[in-house]
């Protein structure tokens, strides 16, 4: 079920496995990609999602002050109920660096791991 | 904790290069800022994060930077600033670059003077006269040495001055007479050194260390070497930086730039002094990228070429390269070979593969 959508991302939810997907594409202005957190925020304060996949495959970088932004609204998402977030690596070199220091940023706690393709996410997502 | 393997700081760099000069749109300049957060995190102890930062640097200047982004990596790179007497002490007497290299050339000037009772010495940018007191130390005690006459070419009044006052403080057992210039070398007319040249006799050596690639013009370097060949030297040392920063094409020229100084980094690495020192060298050097990548064509001033090409105006002007060099270093360390390189006749400083800096050695055949 699709539950938000906007010309940088598709956030669609699986109601069965509990299951947020967060499928960014392209460039994202601050405003869009602020925009985009804090739906998926909204969404996981108010529904029983335990698993969050964000598919960066092809997302274009984030700026260091947004990336810091997402960074700062990961505990919300753990203690709203999420048990793990599953990060599908981006193609673009310049975004991977970024997701690099978002990283950094929030601590890669081990409930968070970061895969090249989709499958090998969800595979690791269903063992928490 | 997991990790996943991030790009190399040069893959990324070449990518955000690539968009030179106008294709840096709130896209591309975002990959700027995401690349320059992710090089100034760590970038104390990484030289090529330090070295990457330094280029940024230089291409924000071109485009402008995020307004939003709470990083400027002037305030950030200012902490590693040192005072610029100290860098300088450094360069000349710890950077084996220069304290080598010059060491080279003048053993092999004293080589070519020894046995005459006079002497001239042209030095083209002669700075504070650093290598040329070096010189006539070296050459202090040279059985029947009566006279070295200094002509010392330079922009920088200021600098004129000391070396004036250091050649005069100097302690020797030979005369010394200076004539000092302040001129740009591509605007002096070579024929006002004729009153000095008719009054002295022995061997004129000329020489430039770091100074020639500061002549903005192709057409003005060959002119210059032209008019030294006019004064029929016995020897014309040059010591210059092996790169192509005279090339036009961006892209290359930032590769070109990037392959120099990041070999040099990887030798002030291995410099045994603190990291203030180090930071504040590849800083210092972070000025020169400044100007080859973010300077525009015609007010650029750091513009290398490769030797071969110095070696090309050589032969043009009419010179021939000679073997004449003394005391060629067996093993200076910090990764650091100097050999003699055949295709053009002079002798190569390199790190691995790349030959950051060369001397060449003139003659007049006639």
Sequence with gaps: MQVFTSPIISLDYD??????YQ??????????????????????????????????????????EDGKYAASKMPVLFSSGVKAMAFVLPKNVLTKLALGNFAKEQGMP??????????????????? | MQTFPLPSVYEALLLVMQNYPDNFNEEKKLEVEALLDHCIRGLESSSEKFLATLFIKAIRKHI?????????????????????????NFLINEFPFVRDAQKLVNSSIVSLIRGHEEAVIMDIGIGQGVQMLNLLKMLDGTEGLRKITMIGIEPFGDALKVAKEKFSEADLSFKVEFYPICEFIEAFDFSGLKPILSKTSGPLI??????????????????VIQCVRALKPKAFFLTEPNTDHFEPDFYKRFQNCYNHYFHIFQVIDTIPSDYRVKDGLKLFFGREIDDVIGGGDHDRSEKHEPAFRWVEKLLVAGFVMVDRFTGLPEDIGHGIEVVFNPITGGVDFKVKKETVLSILQAACVN
């Design chain 1, 23 to 64: 499928n960014w594409d392209g460039f994202a202005t601050s405003i869009q990609f602020r925009e985009a957190i804090d739906k998926t925020v909204d969404f996981v304060k108010q529904n029983p999602v335990l698993y969050i996949v964000s598919n960066t495959t092809t997302q274009r970088p984030v700026g260091p």
């Design chain 2, 64 to 88: 402008g930077s995020s307004t939003s982004f709470e990083h400027d990596e002037n305030i950030y790179l200012r902490k590693f600033e040192v005072s610029q007497i100290e860098l300088f």
């Design chain 1, 110 to 128: 081990s409930n968070v791991r970061y895969f090249d393709d989709l499958q090998e996410a969800e595979d690791w997502l269903f063992t928490f």
């Design chain 1, 15 to 20: 109601s069965v496995k509990k299951v947020l």
């Design chain 2, 206 to 223: 000329v020489n430039e260390s770091l100074a020639l690639h500061h002549v903005p013009r192709l057409i003005d370097r060959h002119k």
